[in-house]
């Protein structure tokens, strides 16, 4: 069986990881790009490891980033 | 919050697709593309309708090509 697939494109992968960050509550999407993303969140609600994980879920392997 | 985010790439696609194509039961998988997929599949154990299933699932958009 041939199938043609639409969607396998890096813009894939930034809709994913967008979508799996706009879901955790108290988060905020500031910027998505291939390598990276940037986001505020409510330290009330949730926090860097829970964020990272959600990437993570969906198939990557996210750093979080202290700030300077 | 800044995350840098491994694996935001068109193999994170190639990996994504094959894996749910080798989950099927009676699937065996030829060739994943950017673009589209060949497998060989058991027809009593599976259908081409549930093998774009499982792709879709992904978030891709999958399309069986009837046979020449």
């Known amino acids: 069986l041939n199938l ?3 969607g396998m494109s890096c813009g894939h992968c930034l809709n994913t990881v967008r ?3 706009d879901r955790i509550p108290g988060v905020t999407v ?3 790009t ?3 993303a940037t986001v505020t969140y409510d330290p009330s ?3 860097p ?3 990272a994980e959600a990437v993570n879920d ?3 392997t996210a750093h979080p980033v202290p700030a300077k």
């Open 19 to 21: 979508g799996a960050l």
């Open 34 to 36: 291939i390598g990276g």
């Open 30 to 32: 500031e910027k998505v």
């Open 58 to 60: 969906e198939g990557y």
């Open 4 to 6: 043609t697939i639409d």
């Open 45 to 47: 609600k949730t926090a």
């Open 49 to 51: 490891e829970q964020i």
